[in-house]
């Protein structure tokens, strides 16, 4: 079972816009984390954020984490072709036990 | 640094053959995974180890076989591969949080 549910399942915008992806999940959390594939590719670590944070940033990145939903999100500003890619959030209930990883956002940005 | 490497990259197999598929990491981590993915799926967690000598299963370990008898490796095995098994396979490893993959070995099991 996947605890990880990201929505939506795929999203496409245009260059420049902004681009929101919703992560929740059921049980109680260590962490949730937040990768990134290209297609083809291995997954690539975005960023991190506790249990006991609220909201972390890294460049054009925004991820929030609301423990009493159950829900994260994550945001990226002023989108660039590049960004075209599978998005997926994976969490852990400890720091002993392994990522559990979502299904993941289709993410396409056209130029 | 190497980081996370997998052989081989691609593999074809017949139903009921055997095949090994190596992890190599090159940053001294404790902790490595095995993953598959399936199309339009996340990925799910075959077995992994928390450090050499170690293994542990975990979402859909069976059918495979794991070592971890050096800490910069991890191998996995199938002993008789079935069609269910094409995949795509991901080696990660970590040190705490963070997870490094590898780049994938694509596998078809006819």
């Known amino acids: 079972s996947q605890q990880g549910e990201e929505d939506p399942q795929a999203l496409s915008i245009q260059e420049g816009e902004n681009a929101t992806m919703n992560c929740s999940y059921k049980t109680s959390i260590n962490n949730l984390q937040w990768y990134r594939q290209n297609s083809g590719r291995g997954l690539v670590h975005l960023i991190l954020i506790r249990s006991n944070e609220r909201e972390k940033h890294s460049g054009r990145l925004r991820v929030t984490l609301d423990t009493s939903k159950k829900s994260s999100s994550l945001l990226i500003t002023a989108s660039r072709a590049a960004d075209t890619a599978s998005y997926f959030c994976?969490?852990?209930?400890?720091?002993?036990?392994?990522?559990?990883f979502g299904k993941g956002t289709r993410l396409s940005v056209i130029a | 640094n190497a980081g996370v490497t997998q052989t081989p990259k691609f593999r074809v197999l017949k139903t009921g053959q055997s095949m090994t598929l190596l992890c190599a990491q090159d940053?001294?981590?404790?902790?490595m995974y095995w993953y598959r993915q399936d199309p339009g799926m996340g990925l799910r967690l075959i077995h992994y180890s928390v450090g050499e000598g170690t293994t542990a299963k975990g979402e859909v370990p069976d059918g495979y076989n794991v070592s971890r008898l050096k800490k910069q490796n991890f191998l996995l095995g199938l002993e008789s591969a079935a069609p269910s098994q094409t995949s795509v396979y991901f080696c990660?490893?970590?040190?705490?949080?963070?997870?490094?993959f590898g780049p994938g070995t694509r596998l078809t099991v006819t």
């Open positions: 990660a490893s970590s040190y705490v949080g963070e997870q490094y």
């Open positions: 994976a969490t852990d209930a400890s720091g002993n036990t392994p990522l559990v």
């Open positions: 940053m001294n981590h404790e902790y």
